[in-house]
């Protein structure tokens, strides 16, 4: 039992010890099963939520309408949730009300996928009431129940099923495959935030192109943002070497450019799908420095305005175009730049306004621009004479 659950044990004891049940559950008990790295556990308990908050002294409500009460002890905390069910989901998205229960079959029968409706008790005993042990030996995402009720109720678990495919390199169950090829319309009552989050962790996954190539035949695509006439496109970027992908902005690069997005409707696209400005700016560079360095080696002032990030990540996105990732090449040629930033340079603008005499203008940024370039270049040497001398020469030219 890996250390979070050990960590976690006197919490179900303590709840246990007042004559409840408590359970681990969720993504925390499926990762384990599969060896993985587990990030927060959830439990689920049979006590309500005021219960709950009787029993520990220190308690955050934090969604107390649908039961979950966080407990601190010492420096940990802990989600407790109390079973509950869900019914009549009008929208498709969020159930109109939640009914807390007292029986984990009921709490469990309310979950997406079988491998996430497993239990674990305190001594490390699974529950597992819908087969998810067998599916998770099989590899296999296959939706709690009828499939095709369960989209219904909640559309957004279709994209949840595509990038689980994707991050744990799973399967979909033929029903569950066919149902999300039936209901893939309902995916237009939901947030695209929310499937935003849900489609990025598809890109970043593990095998993204066993989740890339059923998020295209049953259509799912059409509903997304920016994708409705790329299905030829999304098969081109399924077909890019299956390697991970390191970051969002990366993911979001090599889509954008296997779709052939113009360098003007980059922004829309990503403003579609909710991105941040910081975000579409990062893309924005990666796409400009990746054809850059598509088309030859690096310049020196692109090293320069992209930063060492940027230049590393396109160096590592070359990998999916076929190319030779020059990485080390790549830090040598921006780490022997000759200044790395405009504050660096020798001269600062009121230098220039001093020597010159001269208002300030337009002609001062035309001027710095042009003294950086030159510096960056190699054909002035950083320091103050030199930078001037050049200036001079400029303003006597004109
Ligand atoms: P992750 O590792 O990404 O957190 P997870 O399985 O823990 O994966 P969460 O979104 O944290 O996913 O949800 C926790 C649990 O709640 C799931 O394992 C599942 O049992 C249940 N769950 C979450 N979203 C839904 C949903 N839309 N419909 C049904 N059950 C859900
Ligand atoms: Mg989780």
Not at 92 to 104: G, Q, Y
Not at 304 to 329: C, P
Request: hydrophobic share 40%.
């Amino acid at each position: 039992i890996p250390d979070e659950f050990t960590k976690a044990a006197g919490v179900l004891q303590e709840i246990q010890a007042h004559g409840f049940e408590a359970y681990f559950v969720g993504g925390s008990v499926r990762d384990a099963l599969l060896d993985q790295p587990i990030h927060d556990v959830d439990i689920a308990t049979s006590a309500y939520p005021e219960e709950i908050k009787q029993i520990f002294h220190r308690t955050i409500d934090v969604g107390i309408d649908h039961g979950t009460v966080l407990v601190l002890i010492g420096e940990e905390q802990y989600e407790i949730t109390t079973f509950r069910t869900e019914s009549t989901y009008q929208d498709f998205r969020r159930p109109d009300t939640v009914t807390f229960v007292r029986s984990l079959k009921e709490d469990l029968k309310r979950r997406d996928f079988t491998i996430n409706a497993l239990a674990m008790d305190v001594n490390g005993e699974i529950i597992d009431l819908f087969d998810g042990m067998d599916d998770l030996e099989k590899k296999i995402i296959r939706a709690v129940g009828n499939p095709k009720e369960r989209f219904h109720e909640d559309a957004l678990r279709m994209m949840r099923g595509l990038r689980f495919a994707s991050q744990l390199d799973f399967t979909i169950e033929t029903n569950t495959l066919s149902a999300i090829e039936e209901f893939h319309p309902l995916l237009g009552k939901i947030s695209v935030e929310r499937i935003a989050v849900e489609f990025i962790k598809l890109l970043l996954g593990k095998n993204r192109r066993a989740a890339l190539l059923p998020f295209i035949e049953t259509e799912c695509y059409q509903y997304c943002p920016g994708l409705k006439k790329s299905g030829e496109a999304l098969l081109n970027f399924s077909e890019l070497p299956n390697k991970q992908i390191e970051s969002e902005s990366q993911a979001w690069t090599l889509l954008i450019q296997t779709m052939g997005l113009k360098e003007n409707d980059i922004r829309g696209f990503l403003k579609a799908w909710k991105q941040s400005n910081q975000m579409i700016h990062e893309v924005q560079s990666l796409i400009y420095g990746l054809n850059q360095r598509l088309i030859g080696d690096w310049k020196r002032m692109d090293l320069f305005n992209l930063g060492l990030d940027a230049v590393l990540s396109i160096e590592k996105l070359l990998f999916y175009f076929g190319q030779k990732s020059t990485l080390e090449e790549a830090k040598e040629g921006y780490l022997d730049l000759p200044i790395h930033d405009r504050k660096q340079l020798a001269l600062t603008g009121n230098d220039l306004l001093a020597y010159f005499d001269k208002n300030p203008g337009k002609w001062l940024g035309d001027m710095l621009n042009m003294l950086e370039i030159a510096v960056v270049n190699g054909q002035i040497t950083n320091n103050k004479e030199a930078l001037i001398a050049y200036a001079k020469d400029r303003i006597d030219k004109e």
